[in-house]
């Protein structure tokens, strides 16, 4: 298995304990109050914004579609400014960004 398409099932390894974390949530707030799966989700944030450090530029340059910076300056703002967090906005990439984002990788796996 090359490097890339480990990382990028580590990626979604990721992105699925996430969901799994926050799955039982009906809101942000209550997603936040549960400190156990909060932190958890925010340590996977954490480990996908360091995948994608790892990542091949020129593999991440080809597949641009995908935000790739973006997502690793979110991992440096959880990294470096965690009592700054917004749960709201964590509920809404958890919500709204992820399972799109692990079908674009998904559908990169399978390219391999």
């Given amino acids: 298995m090359s490097k890339i398409k480990f990382d990028l099932l580590s990626l979604i390894e990721s992105i699925d304990k996430i969901q799994n974390y926050s799955q039982e949530f009906l809101n942000a707030d209550d997603f936040?109050?549960?400190q156990k799966s909060f932190d958890a989700s925010i340590m996977q944030f954490v480990v996908?914004?360091?995948?994608?450090t790892r990542l091949d530029e020129s593999f991440k340059k080809t597949h641009q579609h995908i935000p790739w910076?973006?997502?690793?300056?979110?991992?440096?703002i959880i990294?470096?400014?965690y009592?700054?967090?917004d749960a709201d906005?964590?509920?809404?990439?958890?919500q709204n960004?992820?399972?799109p984002l692990r079908s674009e990788i998904q559908n990169l796996v399978d390219k391999m």
């Fill in 69 to 76: 910076q973006k997502i690793k300056d979110f991992r440096n």
């Fill in 48 to 52: 996908i914004g360091e995948t994608i």
């Fill in 79 to 81: 990294a470096h400014d």
């Fill in 32 to 34: 936040y109050n549960d």
């Fill in 89 to 94: 906005e964590i509920w809404d990439i958890i």
């Fill in 83 to 85: 009592f700054g967090i």
């Fill in 97 to 99: 960004k992820l399972i």
